[in-house]
């Protein structure tokens, strides 16, 4: 949304990172990426404290199945998602195992957009290696749902409320004290030679999909046209498909997905069971100048 603000005469503009000295463009959105699954009331509450400063923010769930305490996983959901939001969004994410001791409570802006959550190497590893436009340690306990918060719930107490009260306009220099950096968390990188790349399962979806970490643009520059093998778990596959409907049903193939990793795939199925493949097993592409 965008609310133009015309100040009165004498009057003081309020100043925000989200505009102008006269208008404030938010998206009036507000995701949320979590570890705390469906079954208790953990997202509840902290939608009910979001509602409660913003009762007129729209709410989109990213997903609440994060692997639990699995901050590389919450990573990577939201940086294949956060792009698809316009600028001006709020992402909160909490994948928080250190919560309660003291690893900081931090916002940044990155790419336009806000991002509210643990400085426990999550969004190092979403902006991986590029600048923030800022950073601040959500220290301002008037932002907070209480001064003194629960040692084992900052997403209701801390979390939720600051992103609240950013959707509102609050700036970043005002709810928090900069910083000058963030933990840092790497992405494990695929490694290369002329005859192959080796990499690894990052993510197994709901489909049974395993995404590797073998970029199009990697695989490509290193194939440059050469027949392939594709070995994984218990698996060898020398296809590449554009389609997962591209291949009958039951066959495996590999393609690239809409966010260009390349993905194990079998259509209608699930390639995670019947290859055995899970989270963190290698994955060799060995290309080779005649078929054999």
């Known amino acids: 949304m965008i609310v133009s603000l015309i100040p009165e005469p004498n009057q003081e503009t309020p100043q925000s990172e989200f505009y102008n000295p006269y208008v404030i463009t938010t998206s009036g959105i507000l995701t949320l990426t979590t570890d705390y699954g469906m079954q208790d009331g953990y997202v509840a509450a902290m939608k009910g404290v979001i509602l409660e400063i913003n009762s007129d923010i729209r709410i989109v769930d990213i997903s609440h199945q994060i692997s639990p305490q699995d901050v590389m996983e919450g990573a990577f959901i939201l940086r294949n998602t956060a792009s698809n939001f316009p600028e001006g969004t709020?992402?909160?994410?909490?994948?928080?195992?250190?919560?309660?001791?003291d690893r900081k409570a931090i916002a940044l802006k990155y790419k336009g957009q806000i991002f509210v959550g643990p400085d426990n190497g999550l969004f190092s590893l979403?902006?991986?290696?590029?600048?923030?436009?800022?950073?601040?340690?959500?220290?301002?306990?008037?932002?907070?749902?209480?001064?003194?918060?629960?040692?084992?719930?900052?997403?209701?107490?801390?979390?939720?409320?600051?992103?609240?009260?950013?959707?509102?306009?609050?700036?970043?220099?005002?709810?928090?004290?900069?910083?000058?950096?963030?933990?840092?968390?790497?992405?494990?990188?695929?490694?290369?030679?002329?005859?192959?790349?080796?990499?690894?399962?990052?993510?197994?979806?709901?489909?049974?999909n395993c995404i590797t970490n073998i970029t199009k643009e990697l695989f490509e520059k290193t194939q440059s046209g050469r027949p392939f093998k594709c070995y994984a778990g218990n698996t060898i596959i020398d296809q590449m498909s554009g389609t997962y409907g591209s291949v009958d049903r039951g066959d495996a193939t590999l393609l690239f997905n809409s966010s260009e990793f390349v993905e194990i795939a079998i259509y209608r199925g699930s390639a995670s069971q019947l290859f055995d493949i899970r989270k963190g097993n290698p994955v060799n592409l060995v290309f080779t100048d005649h078929k054999s």
């Open 90 to 101: 709020v992402h909160l994410a909490v994948v928080d195992p250190g919560v309660g001791t």
């Open 126 to 208: 979403l902006i991986s290696g590029s600048d923030a436009e800022l950073i601040v340690e959500l220290d301002k306990t008037q932002f907070w749902n209480s001064p003194t918060p629960s040692s084992t719930f900052h997403g209701r107490d801390v979390f939720a409320p600051v992103a609240a009260h950013l959707t509102t306009g609050l700036s970043l220099s005002t709810a928090g004290t900069p910083l000058s950096n963030i933990k840092t968390m790497h992405w494990a990188l695929p490694m290369t030679d002329d005859q192959g790349i080796q990499g690894w399962v990052v993510h197994v979806d709901r489909f049974g």
